[in-house]
């Protein structure tokens, strides 16, 4: 099947899961998932979409997200829009009511998983983690420029160091630094858009910012500098923007709005910027990167295990948004940022809590078949399968993976103390993903190796620590039994038979999996 036809075939088994074209209110998609708006919520069949082998799970967040994993989730979303542009022009709307079968009765571990998401949906509607959640609207689309800019710098560095095609490689500087120059230009059109504001008037006052003619200006006793402030600026200059222009259209009136109301939120959110926000906000930059390069300079190890060992359960409280704007400063200021490839040793931690998860449960085949497909994701730094389907709603398991996070985390600080700093070019992608876009002060190779030497501590440590003090007497009776019929049954009936077991019959998708534990179908920058 061409690529093409498989995308439209896997949209095409979506749309009617989730209540066909007039349940859908919204549709965009981030890294790994399709981030749909819903009407009804009753009409989502869940485990039929768990089912799809294309889908890598479910979560319910302030959006219903599908998983498809990096590439993929880009190629099926215009085809999705298209079908529910289609299906709008031609089909009536659906009649209220569930849209499809009762799903099937899931099994203790695939029930703890959803309480899980359920609890964690409900914490996560505070309003803190709701102006978070703004916060990541706004930096996640930029997340492909990042990365695909942070390559094109990565292979120019690479040309630059062996003296290959000198005449190519001002081009490809050119092409990696152009977005970076007028990233805050981007980041004030999202913030305006994300606040409900005029997305342009946000990206007019950012754009004061990074406009070169702001090196003739004094503000505070100091000639202000071209991108001062940088992506923070930018994003409390479109805030300051947005209130400008709601405070303009509820006194100017309407006949005089067009003229007066994008003027006066220009000129007084544009002199706030010049004269205020800008040195501000470069303040606080420069602290960003100087607290950042002196904590792994003094205490890389240790900062390192926290870091790694903690960043797991900030992503289970949206907590780990807010370090999206941290990771754009660094990269903004110094080329790469210092913490993902910290960060992303969690990842690697939780791959070797699930291989040991695989090792300590030979009796299940259905979470070892579930372990099995969601692997491969995993190692490219999707990590949502492998922990809501497998570690977290077995408990200690979760807890094992952070301990490998956190010493796969120490060992990379650990070599940031020791002067050999570890960075990454753009933010998204984790576990193998992220090795094209390494970079650091002592060179690719030394760089690489270092990553890969935390990759594999953390591969290691949470394998022994799960395999060895993950589970107990009664989770290991509970789970390690056969989820698969006895030979003599289907040789009996001639078809396969629930055989009595400890544990509750599981059902199966028709991919073979169990819909209600397959991490790849219950569900990550990690």
Known sequence: MATEDKNRATAAA?????????????????????????????????????????????????????????????????????????????????????????????????????????????????????FLRKIANIFVPLIPALIGCGIIAGLNGLL??????????PALAAMASGFMALIAVFVGYNTAKEFGGTPILGGAVAAIIVFPGVANIDAFGQTLSPGQGGVLGALGAAVLAVYVEKWCRRWVPE???VLVTPTLTVLISGLVTIFGLMYVAGEISSAIGTFADWLLSNGGAGAGFVLGGLFLPLVMLGLHQALIPIHTTLIEQQGYTVLLPILAMAGAGQVGAAMAVYFRLPRNESIRRTIKSALPA????????????????LGRPFITACVGGAFGGGFVGLFNQLGDTVGSTAIGPSGWALFPLLDGNHGLGSTIAIYGGGLLVGYVAGFLATYFFGFGKDLL???????????????????????????????????????????????AGV
């Not at 997200?65 to 709008?88: D, N, Y």
């Not at 995993?378 to 709603?393: A, H, K, N, R």
């Not at 289907?490 to 599981?506: F, I, K, L, M, S």
Request: hydrophobic residues 40%; glycine residues 10%.
């Open 14 to 130: 979506i749309l009617p899961l989730v209540g066909g074209a007039a349940n859908v209110a919204s549709v965009a998609h981030c890294m790994t998932r399709l981030r749909l708006g819903l009407h009804d919520r009753s009409l989502v069949d869940d485990e039929a979409l768990k089912a799809l082998p294309a889908v890598m799970g479910v979560v319910e967040d302030d959006t219903y997200q599908i998983v498809l994993g990096p590439g993929t989730v880009a190629r099926v979303t215009p085809e999705f829009e298209q079908l529910v542009e289609e299906e709008r022009e031609t089909a009536p709307a659906p009649a209220s009511g569930p849209g499809g079968p009762a799903a099937a009765s899931s099994d203790d571990l695939a029930a703890q998983g959803a309480a899980i998401k359920a609890q964690q949906k409900t914490k996560n509607a505070t309003p803190f983690k709701l």
């Open 160 to 169: 630059v160091n062996l003296e290959w095609l000198p005449a190519v490689t």
């Open 255 to 257: 006949a005089l709005d």
């Open 378 to 393: 995993g190692l490219l730094g999707v990590g949502e399968p492998l922990i809501y389907g497998v570690s977290l709603p």
């Open 477 to 523: 009776a509970e789970f390690n039994v056969s989820q698969e019929p006895a030979p003599s049954t289907v040789a009996a009936t001639g078809g396969p038979t629930p055989t009595p077991t400890t544990a509750p019959n599981r059902p199966t998708g028709p991919d073979g999996t169990d819909p209600g534990t397959d991490p790849a179908k219950a569900p």
